[in-house]
């Protein structure tokens, strides 16, 4: 009798618990966020299940019955299409400014957030092009060509932090694809010094790391941010007030549905819950790491490594900034943040994962 191929169990149980707790605490948070705006309760939480949790489940189960063998083949057409869809923010009637930034594409009431889609592309495209090229020259004239191409469409956007993640995921497989060490040399130290001149480039980057170093200089002002994301997670204490008796959400902590939803988890959940959740993040690299490291096939083992990666580096970001340990990014917590994009694109790729895992 044929054996039937079945998901890791671990691995599904992690995205599992991962994928709960972000429906439930965008449930407790939106609530006064959409009354705040004169909606119903339940529209932001009814939003994201319809047009972010349907689709991207829907998608996920889609990745994961399809053959990884068709994701390689068609790796190129996939990244173009994704990077085009990068340009469509500049045309007029498609474009759509939130938060004084135009990096989503819109008709009617729909919005998209094409940068989403981007990781994944260039995870599945850098991965194909890493297992398929025989010259380590070829792999970093590829790469190269890939992160300009990136790189000139962020920098329109003045999207430095979803550059740095995309570079990173990109320089990652780079490295575990075994290229020389003179390459990698080359890619580090290039992206490091052009991040540095990003950096300072813009004013408003610097005053970012002034208020990092310094938020208590204005604490109203730009450390307002900062500051009440601080006292939101010590409010929570050891175990928290409870889910739903957060004080903060009610118009304290900034973007308190958005970037900032790790505070009212935090202050909801406590110390404890917090080490939950950042265990989750924690074994969901492993876990994705391990495939990497069973996997036969190069091309699933460098896409098992990227999803894992993107993921959890982009949590950390999430969690340092909210914390303190690094500047304010508008990086989006996965699986917690509202927003259909970003959802969207992280089930798919959790549906990539499980498929490479049943293998």
């Known amino acids: ?22 429906v439930l605490i965008l449930a407790t948070a939106s609530a006064p966020y959409s009354i705040s705006r004169g909606l119903p309760a339940e529209y932001l939480i009814k939003n994201q299940l319809l047009h972010g949790v349907l689709f991207g489940l829907i998608f996920g189960v889609i990745a994961y ?9 068609y790796s190129l057409p996939i990244f173009i299409f994704a990077y085009i869809c990068m340009w469509l923010v500049f045309v ?44 380590h020259k070829e792999k970093f ?13 962020l920098v329109c956007q003045s999207n430095l932090s979803t550059l740095i993640i995309i570079s990173s995921l990109a320089l990652i497989i780079f490295f575990i694809s075994g290229t020389p060490k003179k390459y990698n040399f080359l890619m580090w130290g290039g992206s490091a010094l052009l991040f ?26 730009k450390g307002y941010h900062i500051s009440q994301a601080l006292i939101s997670i010590g409010s929570g204490g050891l175990i928290g007030s409870g889910l739903g008796l957060s004080e ?14 790790f505070t009212i988890y935090a202050a909801e959940t406590g110390f404890i819950g917090s080490i939950f959740l950042i265990g989750l993040f924690f074994s969901f690299v492993f876990m994705s790491y391990r495939l990497a490291k069973q996997a036969t096939d190069p091309f699933q083992s460098f896409v098992a490594v990227g999803i894992g990666s993107w993921i959890t580096i982009q949590a950390f970001v999430n969690v340092a900034a909210m914390t303190g340990l690094a500047p304010l990014s508008g990086t989006p917590l996965p699986f917690l943040t509202y927003g259909s994009s970003h959802i969207i694109m992280e089930l798919i790729a959790c549906g990539l994962l499980l498929n490479i895992s049943k293998k």
């Not at 919005?111 to 398929?132: C, D, H, R, V």
Request: hydrophobic share 45%; charged share 15%; glycine share 8%.
């Open 196 to 221: 540095f001149c990003l950096m300072v480039f813009k004013s408003y980057r610097s005053d970012r790391w002034q208020t990092f170093l310094n938020p208590e200089n204005d604490p109203l002002g």
């Open 65 to 73: 019955k399809m053959p990884m063998s068709f994701f390689k083949k």
């Open 141 to 153: 004239t590829g790469l190269l060509i890939a992160l300009g191409m990136i790189g000139l469409v």
């Open 248 to 261: 903060q959400k009610f118009g304290f902590v900034p973007e308190s549905i958005s970037d900032s939803i």
């Open 1 to 22: 009798m044929k054996k039937i191929a079945r998901p890791n169990i671990i691995l599904s149980v992690i995205i599992f618990f991962l994928f709960s707790i972000g």
């Open 92 to 135: 007029p009637g498609l474009s759509r400014t939130e938060y004084g930034a135009t990096r989503w594409i819109g008709i009617g009431s729909v919005g998209f957030q094409p940068s989403e889609a981007l990781k994944l592309a260039t995870i599945i495209y850098i991965s194909a092009l890493m297992s398929s090229a025989r010259q």
